[in-house]
């Protein structure tokens, strides 16, 4: 009798859009709808179960890729609304799909998230008005390494004007990367903008939504698996740029924690505070020698 040899079954893959790409070109031209305005959008569509006409989006998660911090964000803020908004179609209709799934399993649950296929460099202002939002998050963003492309980075002078319009006085925004050459050029542009000045390290340490960005998305876990590194920081929205505090000491907040906290003032090291919130540490640096 002759054997033959079977050969072996292939590995179902984890998710159903595996093969598409990690990020969109958002400079070129994509076909799908954008209203003209706010008013004219129908957010009924995105939250049946909500009262549209007493409620509006007020946290939006601009890249919002496979959905993970939207998924976390509807138990953290359940009374809020939260909007993800990603440019890929496909990765769109995945997370339409994982959503409703989560609302089938979970009876009046996950009725306050949802999401939208858009260019949010180009149309954020289609969607929303002016000072509706209270939080926007900015993770792990597409870092377009070549100089020629750092024009489609979401992080810009003109950019953050448009964000700044749309986010309420006091509004906090968001962002992390594992690049840190990214990381830099987006703190930078935020702490040099005269409408955005970054919070209080106490208030950052405490922030219920720093765990979020540090791992509640697909991208944050990604780099956990690998041991990288992250940096974020998060930064107010202001009314009155005359009362920015151009002494204020800036600081960087990291993950893993690091065992040291450095500053730019002393050469001495200091064992760094303790957060109840995230595994982070913070690096200070002298905003009069930065600016």
């Given amino acids: ?67 993970g911090l939207l998924i976390s964000l509807s138990s953290l803020f359940p009374e809020k609304l939260s909007v993800g908004m990603e440019l890929r179609d496909k990765v769109v209709q995945y997370v339409e799909e994982r959503i409703d799934k989560l ?39 597409d870092p377009h390494f070549k100089k020629a492309t750092h024009k489609r980075r979401i992080i810009s002078p003109t ?5 700044a319009y749309i986010l309420a006085p006091g509004a906090f925004a968001y962002f992390i990367s594992d690049v840190e050459e990214l990381y830099l050029w987006m703190f930078e542009h935020f702490k040099n903008h005269p409408l955005f000045e970054q919070v209080e390290r106490d208030i950052a340490e405490h922030d219920s939504c720093i765990p979020l960005i540090v791992n509640s998305t697909e991208e944050g876990r990604k780099v956990n698996r690998i041991d990288g590194k992250k940096w974020f920081a998060v930064f107010r929205r202001i009314t009155d740029p005359s009362k920015k505090d151009l002494t204020f000491k800036n600081y960087t907040l990291t993950s893993p924690k690091e065992e040291t906290e450095t500053t730019t003032t002393t050469t001495t090291t200091k064992t760094p505070t303790t957060s109840t919130t995230s595994t982070a540490t913070i690096t200070e640096v002298d905003s009069k020698e930065s600016n």
């Avoid at 009725?111 to 998050?137: C, D, H, W």
């Avoid at 950019?159 to 964000?163: F, G, I, R």
């Fill in 103 to 141: 609302r089938e399993k979970h009876v009046g649950h996950f009725q306050n998230i949802s999401v939208i296929r858009t260019n949010a460099m180009k149309y954020l202002p289609n969607y929303f008005e002016k000072g509706q939002l209270q939080k926007i998050f900015f993770l792990f963003p």
């Fill in 1 to 67: 009798m002759v054997y033959q040899k079977q050969e072996p079954k292939k590995k179902k893959a984890i998710k159903p859009y595996h093969r598409i790409k990690a990020h969109a070109n958002p400079a070129s031209d994509y076909n799908f709808y954008y209203p003209t305005g706010p008013e004219s959008y129908d957010w009924t569509k995105n939250y049946p179960e909500q009262p549209m006409n007493e409620k509006k989006v007020e946290i939006a998660d601009v890249g919002c890729g496979y959905g």
């Fill in 159 to 163: 950019l953050l004007s448009e964000y």
